[in-house]
């Protein structure tokens, strides 16, 4: 009987395609998946440190497997991801039960890692940084078990560059490496052939891809390493793609050190068989013109921006090391709203940063009353350890001030909330379909364009399968989510449906 895993993930969608990894590499080892503890022989935990919700989840399932592995010595555990990487003997003595600590660098090494500990016992091992020429440490670089056989994260960037002041990530995911152009659309083309249709676009600043590879491009003309055992010699257009090296061309000299993303936007919308293309997460310092006119010019890429804002005051913002104002952030919205026709727009508030007024909390609520977002993530700041915010503790803003404020901030987010989904009653909408409704099993549940979730009645027949895309007309507005009714159906999905990867 073959032995079974299982991989349980803390946080962002960077940390749920590393698990999609982790299990690709576990499969190609031969243990199959389970969703129960107590069928696993493996258990890896995917840890996440950007919220302290995510640590305290953390060691609250080591405490159930520490009884676990009390009665199952051979069972194995593994604690990877972000918070491994920060904090590595912490994790380890806290995880008693733990064979196996690994970083954010380690994805492709569970296995060989597993092998290790059963030869020689517990072990660390955290790689500090990714290379850039280290094509097979890219976590897309290895097999998938993904969770929805229709859709696919698609890495193209590693790391961060930025130095936000609540942030963790740059320390615990290493600089900003971007993979190759012809890496990306590569990957995307291999998926597609599997039948995906949904791809999304990851990294830490999305809308800064590819300004490392013409930075290094236009300093070692056409002799820039593509970072894939592949290409060899190396080629530019593989690395940067067709258009820059045109717009060099065309100007002459060694060209200009800027963002490819709004060139890999339009590519990987031109791939056959995508219908959809997402992306997470941009920065608003980084949003340029011609991503925004390649989101609208390029038909697969979905009418769906999600634009962190943190703040509405320009003294947090300054102190957050966001690089931009209010005002920016404002004419950036304008600008997308104003070029993408029947835009949605999501975005990440921060309540509480060290050092906000009464005042600068009422900037964001401003703020955010004036944009009107479709949804919006909405955090009280924690201090991460290691972070510069962690040190201001003369700053620090009462906890009671800080719900408070955040009561007032879902009052306004949650009333343009329910209006942009008002505004969408009465429209026709393509829909991809995800599954049963969790509450309603005779109703489908599916997502639209704009990232909307809408229950629909399932039609009388054979069910149409997760994947499917229809349209529906939107007859009922909520403050989270949508209901209509089925227009037409189209063609059924050609991916195989796969086991999930159990999220904790």
């Avoid at 593509?226 to 940067?240: A, I, K, L, N, Y």
């Avoid at 955090?379 to 040190?391: I, N, Q």
């Avoid at 349209?471 to 189209?490: D, F, H, K, P, Y």
Wanted: proline share 6%; aromatic share 4%.
């Amino acid at each position: 009987m073959a032995r079974k895993y299982l991989v349980r993930t803390f946080g962002c969608q960077m940390n749920e395609h590393d698990s999609e990894r982790i299990a690709g590499v576990l499969e190609a080892d031969g243990l199959e998946a389970t969703t129960e503890v107590a069928d696993a022989d493996v258990v890896v935990l995917n840890t996440c440190c950007i919220r302290e919700n995510a640590d305290n989840k953390l060691y609250g399932t080591l405490g159930h497997l520490k009884s676990e592995k009390d009665r199952r010595p051979d069972l194995e555990i593994v604690v990877g991801g972000c918070l491994a990487q920060k904090d590595r003997e912490t994790v380890q003595r806290r995880a008693p039960p733990g064979d196996v600590v690994m970083g954010t660098h380690n994805v492709g090494r569970v296995g060989e890692l597993l092998e290790a500990s059963r030869r020689d016992g517990p072990i660390i091992e955290i790689l500090e940084a990714t290379a850039a020429e280290d094509h097979e440490a890219f976590p897309s670089a290895l097999p998938a078990k993904r969770e929805q056989g229709w859709a696919a994260w698609v890495t193209i960037q590693f790391g961060c560059d930025n130095s936000c002041a609540f942030c963790i990530v740059p320390a615990v995911r290493g600089p900003e490496i971007s993979r190759p152009f012809g890496d990306v659309l590569d990957e995307v083309r291999r998926v597609a052939a599997d039948g995906v249709t949904e791809v999304t676009l990851l990294g830490q600043n999305v809308d800064s891809y590819g300004r490392d590879l013409t930075l290094r491009l236009r300093g070692e003309g056409s002799s820039v390493s593509t970072g894939s055992p592949e290409h060899d010699p190396p080629d530019p257009r593989f690395t940067v793609g067709d258009a820059w090296l045109d717009e060099r061309a065309t100007a002459g000299g060694p060209g200009r050190a800027r963002p490819l993303f709004g060139d890999l936007l339009r590519a990987v919308g031109s791939v056959p068989g995508i219908a959809r293309v997402r992306f997470t997460s941009p920065h608003p310092k980084d949003m340029r013109t011609d991503t925004i006119a390649a989101m609208a010019q390029t038909p697969a890429v979905c009418e769906h921006l999600h634009l962190p804002m943190q703040s509405g005051s320009d003294a947090v913002l300054a102190a957050m090391h966001r690089g931009y104002t209010a005002e920016r952030y404002l004419r950036v919205v304008s600008d997308a709203r104003a070029g993408i026709d029947d835009l949605a727009l999501t975005t990440d508030v921060i309540v509480g940063f060290p050092g906000e007024t009464d005042a600068d909390f009422e900037a964001t609520l401003e703020v955010c009353a004036e944009v009107g977002f479709d949804a919006a993530y909405t955090f009280v700041y924690s201090p991460r350890p290691g972070t510069e915010a962690a040190d201001m503790t003369d700053a620090f803003v009462e906890h009671a001030v800080s719900v408070e404020r955040m009561e007032r901030l879902r009052a306004v987010i949650d009333r343009s909330a329910r209006r942009a989904n008002e505004a969408r009653v009465g429209r026709i909408d393509e829909v991809v379909v995800t599954g049963p409704s969790r509450r309603d099993p005779s109703m489908i549940t599916g997502l639209t364009r704009h990232n909307k979730r809408i229950h629909l009645p399932g039609p009388s027949g054979a069910r149409p399968r997760p994947g499917t895309y229809l349209t529906a007309r939107v007859t009922e507005a909520r403050m989270t989510s949508l209901v209509g009714e089925v227009v037409e159906i189209g063609d059924s999905p050609a991916h195989r449906t796969r086991i999930q990867v159990a999220a904790g």
